[in-house]
């Protein structure tokens, strides 16, 4: 249906994976299967499922996805502010994560009103 790839969205998302991969490293060791690892999956869900919708043939279908990717950037949304709250995340690197993900979010919501109509 669509080259996911040329979604700005997508774009946005993938660059925060890699962001916060690297943010994520300095979190506590003991982390590595609990938070960590949450919070990377849940991140790692939005590019993956903005592509997957991409890939189907229906408008109801790839918004279907959209809803998925949101739930998941909501989702990890609450890890950060969980890692935020344990003093896991620097207030800058948090911050700046924080901002991103709510601008991922708003640009899931316009594309999900798009292909909802």
């Not at 590595?32 to 869900?45: A, D, E, M, P, V």
């Not at 935020?84 to 948090?94: H, S, Y």
């Not at 993900?101 to 292909?115: A, F, S």
């Amino acid at each position: 249906m669509h080259d996911f790839r040329q979604l700005e969205v997508w774009k946005k998302s993938i660059q925060l994976c890699k962001t916060y991969y690297f943010f994520s490293k300095e979190f506590p060791k003991d982390e590595l299967f609990g938070l960590i690892s949450q919070s990377r999956r849940c991140l790692y869900s939005i590019p993956s499922n903005i592509a997957e919708g991409a890939g189907r043939d229906t408008k109801p279908q790839f918004s279907h996805f959209l809803n998925i990717a949101l739930g998941s950037s909501f989702e990890f949304e609450t890890q950060i502010i969980i890692a935020k709250e344990c003093e896991f995340f620097p207030e800058d690197k948090f911050q700046k994560t924080l901002t991103e993900i709510q601008h991922i979010q708003n640009m899931i919501i316009k594309l999900k009103q798009v292909y909802s109509s």
